[in-house]
């Protein structure tokens, strides 16, 4: 393979439009929000241009939140019926050198790493699982390296749920999944990292874009999604994918990183007046390169 | 000079002497005063009943030499208690505080606490002041060493019942001030509205600045609307204010105008529903992102209560050393950290001699004083500190010294404590001279506060140079006479420095935990 | 000022001096029965009633039903301890506007109107409040700055003021049994007032058309319509070259020349309806000041914004 190939097949360039269109019952007559739509430079991926167009706004401000996270606070004080978040982003997503994975359980216990960690393995409600489910799954993991029993719990996620749309909402906890047995991604996420972090495993939730299928051809343009799955902490953060099974790879690209959903919600806010009528939701994801 | 059995004779006698003097007056004016505070609704809500909020007429004296170590151990506790929020808020991201780099404070003590606000990380307050006003409230051991009970950063409140205290009692016994030099208190409003001034963004050299109240049901209502009224400020509520372009207004007759700087006396989960809870009314939305932005300054931060959680609380001195470099002025109380499982055992050994506190309880919310709970309290506690060891210290209960008081007519020791005042305008920190020194009325009693009978002292701080007249002996030693046995066999002719006030209720105030407690 | 403080202080205005008007009303209600027939008393006291609150209250009304509901109960803001209820806790909400003296008048009346005693003294009561609402518009207006928190105290209490009146007059025109014009007079402490601007020839038609229409006796209707269109002239001293800027005092213009620029025959022929037509201008001048000074009152409710 010449170095022209190789480049080609580990550096791939999308261009990402993320649209939401809120449209109000009546009249609105202000409205607070954030928004976390722009994709950040971080390893592996490069963002090289992200606008952000919202309609009506009275006042924007851009900062980078806690968890590294660049949100966009807005505000849009005039009367309105409708609100238009646009998001457009250019990134490029490239291949790491993978490195082996030796941590090992002693290390993962040291205490002090464990505080220093703190943030990705304390247990969060919406993520711990009850006493049964985790004594379960910790039986199952039993004699296993760290990165053995990673990917037996991402197995166990993707076994025990089945994906299904509109049964839990986006305020419903992992145990909430659990019990139902189904979910969508942000749930498969919420799960596998309760229970890594049970284990003792530090664990934080991503969320971002997923291409449709696998390998887009250059200069295809497809219906995406919003998405979110799991890095685990085994020396490097390291990504993997519970709703798919499938490697974390140059189709996924990141935008927020955090405890759970809470921290990463794409809109969050207030507004005063009118009951919200329709809202849609539309990622498209055209690759350029 | 000395008093008969040869003991020196306290700063308290001249005052004794004048309302022995007045006899059956005493009475009258203690009535006049009740009424007076009723009538200005200096009052407080007790089972739903408005009654006046109680003041001593015997004040507390606190000498030079005294308050020069309160002064300034005030002083360096809260500047240590700014350089810790500076490191914890002021860094970009979640990368790890010095404190906990240099492995003086695990991370999790912070991370855990439920007032570290993620929100505000990274914002920097114009002038790096958090701390416009504290409240670091006190306690005096039965060696007569002031120590620190609690720190209160958050939105400390009480100040308002030092300045009501001492206009009520020059005006029902003035007789007690004559030949006396205490050091005034009616600065601090203007000492406040400096600070708050000195914070606005971009140093506006003539900011608009307001007091934030939740409103009139609040039970601090009273010291908000005094302290807007005193600064000459606007009191407005969350529904006055509002944000357009990123700026706070409020809505006045004449439109909207910009403020600048919001002296807020609400709590941080209130104060702005887009960051905290949806459903509060109390607040503005837009206003964390808008003080982010650099528009408007809020006093003080939010996300302080990180600093005077009790339990970071015991690791107050370590900050001092570190961040200043110097050794502390005031000790703490001593206190194990339950989340130590060394400290969590013994405590747990020995649970009916120890005061047991919540960290971040304020008011005395969720106090067990061991030695007077019952075993079926101690059995519930026990299970809730198992559950939740971050969630308790323990302190072993501390014998206060007590100061006269007046019971029916009669001079009795009384527990007390007191929580002086600091103000930080980014240049220096002043300290209110005396504080709101709280009393437990009830005999034996140690904990104080409204709701469990408690009542207020006006505090004196004598200034320097003690008048001639005022004791007839230059050299009388600085320090009081404490009393040392236990409260109920103090010799009432030593009136000795007992106080704890009482406390206004406001939900931010804080009570008084025991007095031994601490 | 902030719009809800000026709310405030307005509604102080109102609800102080309708305690005044309500115990004078309710004063020369007393008399007039301890008067008049029993049989006509249940029939008088539910006129009153309804023509003070403006509803139509059910049958079987007594006089002590009347005393009960204007006096005593606190949850009717046309009481007068409701009155004194609500003006102090309006003055607890604009507390740092007030003076220190005008808080604690109010504060004080409140509390003590409490410790007043049984019903049975009510006219101890009513005395007592007539007083103590006076000496609270005098400490306001001796203590105050004369700036516009002054001016929403006043106009308050001025648009106040010719409504009761208005509902006072009304009263004279009512069947009462024993209530005369000289008693509805004598309610408005104008008696000694009208005696001397005529000469003591106290005809109905004359009483009336003192307490409605005279200039000099500041309890008359055009008196204290006058005064609260200064007021709003006072906060709003620049106008266009044609017209007003505010409707307020447009409409307050509009009924004091119609009544000021009217003969006396024409306003006394059809009494009730122009006492009607006062009311009216009174509440909607009191929704335009509403409307053009205080429109941030309400609360904002916030919702949630859904995730996507």
């Known amino acids: 393979m010449n170095p022209a190939d190789r480049d080609r097949s580990s550096v791939r360039r999308y261009q990402i439009a993320h649209r939401t269109h809120f449209s109000y019952a009546g009249t609105v007559t202000a409205s607070h929000n954030e928004v976390r739509m722009t994709p950040p430079t971080t390893t592996g991926q490069t963002s090289l241009e992200s606008r952000l167009r919202i309609r009506p706004l009275s006042w924007g401000h851009t900062y980078r939140d806690y968890f590294g996270t660049s949100v966009t606070a807005i505000e849009a004080t005039g009367p309105h019926g409708e609100l238009d978040i646009e998001s457009i982003s250019t990134v490029e997503r490239y291949e790491t050198e993978p490195r082996e994975v030796t941590i090992t359980w002693d290390e993962l216990r040291d205490e002090n790493e464990r505080d220093r960690r703190s943030e990705w393995l304390d247990p969060r409600p919406r993520t711990t699982l009850a006493p049964e489910v985790f004594a379960w799954v910790e039986h199952q993991v039993a004699g296993m390296t760290p990165q053995e029993a990673v990917k037996r719990v991402i197995d166990i996620t993707w076994e025990q749920l089945h994906y299904q749309a509109g049964v839990t909402g986006v305020r419903s906890s992992a145990q909430d999944a659990w019990e139902a047995r189904k979910g969508v991604c942000q749930d498969f996420s919420h799960v596998a990292i309760g229970l890594l972090r049970q284990l003792g495993i530090p664990a934080r939730y991503v969320s971002g874009y997923l291409t449709p299928k696998k390998d887009l051809e250059v200069g295809q343009e497809a219906i995406g999604e919003s998405h979110a799955w799991v890095e685990w902490w085994g020396g490097s953060w390291l990504g993997v994918d519970p709703t798919n099974l499938r490697r974390v790879s140059l189709d996924h690209v990141v935008v927020a990183r955090g405890r759970d959903y809470d921290d990463v919600p794409p809109f969050k806010g207030v507004y005063s007046g009118a009951p919200l009528e329709r809202l849609s939701v539309e990622v498209s994801i055209t690759r350029l390169a | ?518 | 000022m902030l719009s809800r403080i000026a709310e405030s202080l307005f509604w102080i205005g109102r609800y102080v001096e309708r305690v005044d008007g309500t115990a004078r009303i309710v004063d020369v209600v007393r008399l007039s029965m301890l008067e008049g027939p029993a049989h006509a008393r249940e029939a008088s006291a539910q006129l009153v009633l309804s023509a003070i609150m403006g509803g139509t209250p059910g049958g079987g009304v007594r006089y002590d039903d009347l005393r009960d509901r204007l006096v005593f109960d606190q949850s009717n803001p046309s009481s007068i301890a409701g009155s004194w209820y609500a003006a102090r806790e309006n003055a607890r909400r604009a507390r740092e506007t007030l003076s220190v003296d005008l808080w604690e008048a109010i504060n004080t009346a409140w509390l003590r109107w409490r410790q007043l005693g049984t019903p049975d003294r009510t006219a101890r009561h009513l005395h007592w409040a007539r007083e103590r609402a006076i000496l609270v518009a005098g400490i306001a207006d001796s203590t105050m700055s004369h700036d516009d928190a002054w001016n929403f105290l006043s106009v308050g209490r001025f648009l106040e003021r010719a409504d009761m009146t208005a509902r006072m007059v009304n009263t004279g025109t009512l069947p009462i049994v024993g209530l005369s014009w000289q008693s509805v007079l004598s309610s408005c402490g104008g008696q000694q007032a009208f005696l001397r601007s005529n000469s003591g020839l106290a005809t109905d038609r004359r009483v009336a058309a003192f307490l409605v229409l005279n200039r000099q006796f500041p309890r008359s209707v055009l008196y204290a319509l006058r005064k609260a269109e200064a007021c709003l002239t006072r906060m709003e001293p620049h106008q266009p070259a044609i017209g007003f800027a505010d409707d307020g005092r447009r409409l307050l213009g509009q009924m004091r020349t119609a009544l000021e620029f009217s003969t006396e025959d024409d306003v006394l022929a059809d009494l009730p309806v122009q006492m009607r037509r006062v009311q009216r201008a009174v509440s909607q001048v009191s929704e335009h000041i509403a409307g053009r000074y205080f429109p941030s009152t309400p609360l904002t409710f916030w919702t949630e914004g859904v995730s996507s």
């Open chain 2, 1 to 518: 000079m000395l008093a008969g059995d040869g003991r020196t004779r306290s700063q308290y006698q001249p005052i004794r002497d004048t309302l022995n003097r007045m006899g059956g007056e005493l009475e009258h004016r203690a009535d006049a005063l009740a009424r007076s505070y009723l009538d200005q609704g200096v009052t407080f809500d007790y089972a739903g009943e408005e009654r006046a909020f109680p003041l001593d007429l015997v004040p507390r004296i606190i000498t030079a030499d005294e308050w020069d170590v309160i002064e300034s151990g005030v002083a360096q506790r809260v500047k240590a208690l700014e350089a810790f929020l500076a490191d914890v808020y002021g860094r970009e991201g979640s990368s790890l505080p010095r404190v906990v780099e240099a492995g003086l404070l695990p991370a999790r003590i912070i991370r855990n606490s439920p007032h570290f606000h993620r929100a505000v990380a990274g914002i920097h307050p114009h002038n790096e002041v958090r701390c416009h006003v504290s409240g670091i409230d006190l306690i005096r051991d039965a060696e007569g060493v002031f120590r620190v009970l609690e720190d209160n950063v958050r939105v400390p409140s009480g100040v308002s019942y030092v300045i009501s205290n001492r206009r009520a009692m020059t005006n029902v016994l003035p007789e007690i001030f004559e030949n006396q030099h205490v050091r005034p208190v009616h600065d601090y409003p203007r000492t406040l509205l400096e600070a708050l001034r000195a914070a606005a963004p971009d140093g506006n050299p003539d900011p608009t600045v307001v007091v934030l109240t939740p409103g009139v049901h609040n039970s601090a209502y009273f010291e908000h609307a005094l302290l807007a009224r005193l600064m000459g400020v606007e009191l407005v509520e969350g529904r006055d204010l509002v944000c357009t372009g990123g700026a706070v207004r409020m809505k006045t007759t004449d439109g909207e105008q910009q403020v600048d700087v919001i002296y807020r006396r609400i709590d941080d989960e209130f104060l702005d529903p887009v960051q905290f809870r949806p459903d509060s009314l109390l607040g503005c939305p837009g206003l964390v992102d808008s003080q982010r932005a650099g528009k408007v300054a809020i006093a003080n931060a939010i996300g302080n209560g990180v600093a005077d959680d009790k339990l970071v609380y015991s690791y107050v001195p370590d900050f001092i050393r570190f961040y200043l470099e110097e050794d502390p002025i005031l000790p703490n109380v001593d206190t194990y950290r339950c989340v130590e499982p060394a400290a969590r055992d013994h405590v747990l050994a020995h649970l009916d001699e120890m005061v047991v506190k919540p960290v971040d309880g304020s008011g005395g919310k969720g106090l067990v004083m061991g030695p007077k709970a019952s075993g079926a309290t101690l059995d519930a506690l026990r299970e809730k500190l198992l559950a939740d060891p971050r969630g308790w210290i323990a302190q072993p209960v501390v014998q206060l010294s007590t100061v006269p008081t007046l019971i029916n007519g009669e001079f009795r020791p009384r527990h007390v404590d007191l929580r002086p005042f600091a103000v930080n305008d980014g240049s220096n920190v002043t300290v209110l001279p005396g504080g709101l020194t709280r009393v437990a009325l009830p005999e034996g009693q140690l904990v104080v506060n409204s709701s469990q009978g408690g009542g207020s002292k006006d505090t004196w701080v004598l200034a320097p140079e003690t008048d001639a007249e005022e004791t007839d002996e230059p050299g009388l030693p600085s320090a009081e006479i404490i009393v040392m046995t236990p409260p109920e066999m103090a010799d009432e002719d030593d009136w000795q420095d007992q106080q704890e006030q009482q406390q206004q209720q406001t939900q931010q105030t804080h009570q008084g935990p025991g007095a031994g407690a601490c």
